[in-house]
T-cell receptor, first 112, second 111 residues
Framework: EAQVTQNPRYLITVTGKKLTVTCSQN?????MSWYRQDPGLGLRQIYY???????DKGDVPEGYKVSRKEKRNFPLILESPSPNQTSLYFC???????????FGAGSRLTVL | QKEVEQDPGPLSVPEGAIVSLNCTYS??????FMWYRQYSRKGPELLMY????GNKEDGRFTAQVDKSSKYISLFIRDSQPSDSATYLC???????????FGTGTQLKVEL
């Protein structure tokens, strides 16, 4: 079954404590992306990766890091989380050249 | 002004009603249009995908695109309680460009 798997699904943490949200896909897709979803603001792209070792900033990259060392994995790193990063995060993938994204189930992060 | 505008709702309708959900956009380069459905505590899932202007029907769902007016619609016939979800429009110019999303319309279909 085609899957985009995110972990953890729910996390409560404190300001400044580094955390990583993992994303793994089994569809052999080249393109992977991270979004955050906030009420009234919709889905906003944080970072994306066109392929292994190729990453670029989206619309709201501040405070986040990513890496793409393997095709299937695209972790999102918050080096020093702040309360304004409290949000619902989605990883999404697609084939190279395709337009349709497949989303993971989401990771709800609360930063106190 | 946002590139894609979508009424957030919430929209509440009785079971069996026809639902109309809409988005307007400003970027004339958009050619590929999608509707995603998002249930509570789930990720968005693709519902309808259309290219350029025209209509596309899939069961109870019809997607309509009017590029001249920069307006897209999703119609749901014979709405069911299981249709209760947030509906997101999304669009792109294609060729590897990113998707631009509306903010979503929350729909509740009541018994």
């Amino acid at each position: 079954e085609a899957q985009v798997t995110q972990n953890p699904r729910y996390l409560i943490t404190v300001t400044g404590k580094k955390l990583t949200v993992t994303c793994s896909q089994n569809m052999n897709h080249e393109y992977m992306s991270w979004y955050r979803q906030d009420p009234g603001l919709g889905l906003r792209q944080i970072y994306y990766s066109m392929n292994v070792e190729v990453t670029d900033k989206g619309d709201v990259p501040e405070g986040y890091k990513v890496s793409r060392k393997e095709k299937r994995n695209f972790p999102l790193i918050l080096e020093s989380p702040s309360p304004n990063q409290t949000s619902l995060y989605f990883c999404a993938t697609r084939r190279s050249g395709a337009n349709v994204l497949t989303f993971g189930a989401g990771s709800r992060l609360t930063v106190l | 002004q946002k590139e894609v505008e979508q009424d957030p709702g919430p929209l509440s309708v009785p079971e069996g009603a026809i639902v109309s959900l809409n988005c307007t956009y400003s970027n004339s380069a958009f050619q590929y249009f999608m509707w995603y459905r998002q249930y509570s505590r789930k990720g968005p899932e693709l519902l309808m995908y259309t290219y350029s202007s025209g209509n596309k029907e899939d069961g109870r769902f019809t997607a309509q695109v009017d590029k001249s007016s920069k307006y897209i619609s999703l119609f749901i016939r014979d709405s069911q309680p299981s249709d209760s979800a947030t509906y997101l429009c999304a669009m792109t110019a294609g060729g590897g460009n990113k998707l631009t999303f509306g903010t979503g319309t929350q729909l509740k279909v009541e018994l």
